[in-house]
């Protein structure tokens, strides 16, 4: 099983709608990262957070590191929202991060 | 800033040829990485380093080797390549780990294929 389980693994919705994308994680963690992935490859970081709530434009993300759970929203969605965002879990003083295979999303105009 | 440079973005390679994949950043930062994502997989990190001269193995470092002479290079040297070596790569790097609002910064990526 892996550390870091993303879900749903893939979402596809229409131009307007609310986004949630849900992180889990099994293992004590300090901070963690989110990550947007467009098609061609290149890797975006969205927000890095070890508590509570960050928001830019958009795009919110929380965490509650007790129930060890994050998750990524996205506001008024849009189809260049569209892309896959990852989640990376921080352990330990090494910075070794430990990422969720990542979720689809597709928005539709 | 130019931020991390990682080059060549794509590549093929024989079975059993070397090559080398060159990763720079201008942003003075300790911490460097690279990963390799393969299909349906999260990233793996195959080796990092901490600062100029200290390197570290990853969760995937065989095949692989890596040095850190100056904070800017972090070169990623694959040896006798194999298929199972075929993956795209990101180097990534990163100021200072753990802190809030410390953002990972990617390069591009390389899709190597090895055939």
């Known amino acids: 099983k892996n550390e870091v389980e993303q879900s749903p693994q893939n979402l596809t919705a229409q131009e307007g709608e609310f986004i949630t994308i849900n992180c889990s994680y099994s293992?004590?963690?300090?901070?963690l990262h989110w990550l947007q992935q467009h098609p061609g490859g290149g890797i975006v970081s969205l927000f890095m957070l070890s508590s509570g709530k960050k928001k830019h434009g958009r795009l919110i993300a929380t965490i509650n590191i007790q129930e060890k759970h994050s998750s990524l929203h996205i506001t008024a969605s849009h189809p260049r929202d569209s892309a896959v965002y990852i989640c990376?879990?921080?352990?330990?003083?090494?910075?070794?991060?430990?990422f969720g295979k990542g979720t689809l999303l597709t928005v539709n105009p | 800033n130019a931020g991390v440079t990682q080059t060549p973005k794509f590549r093929i390679l024989k079975i059993g040829q070397s090559m080398t994949l060159q990763c720079t950043q201008d942003?003075?930062?300790?911490?460097m990485y690279w990963y390799r994502q393969d299909p349906g997989m999260g990233l793996k990190l195959i080796y990092y380093?901490?600062?100029?001269?200290?390197?570290d193995k990853g969760e995937v470092p065989n095949g692989y080797n890596v040095s850190r002479s100056t904070t800017e290079d972090f070169p990623l040297r694959l040896e006798l390549a194999a298929p199972s070596q075929t993956s795209v790569y990101f180097c990534?790097?990163?100021?200072?780990?753990?802190?809030?609002?410390?953002?990972?910064?990617f390069g591009s990526g390389t899709q190597l294929s090895v055939l």
């Open positions: 990534a790097s990163s100021p200072t780990p753990g802190r809030t609002n410390e953002k990972l910064f």
């Open positions: 380093s901490v600062g100029a001269g200290i390197t």
């Open positions: 990376a879990a921080l352990r330990g003083s090494n910075y070794k991060l430990t």
């Open positions: 942003m003075n930062h300790n911490y």
């Open positions: 293992v004590g963690i300090s901070a």
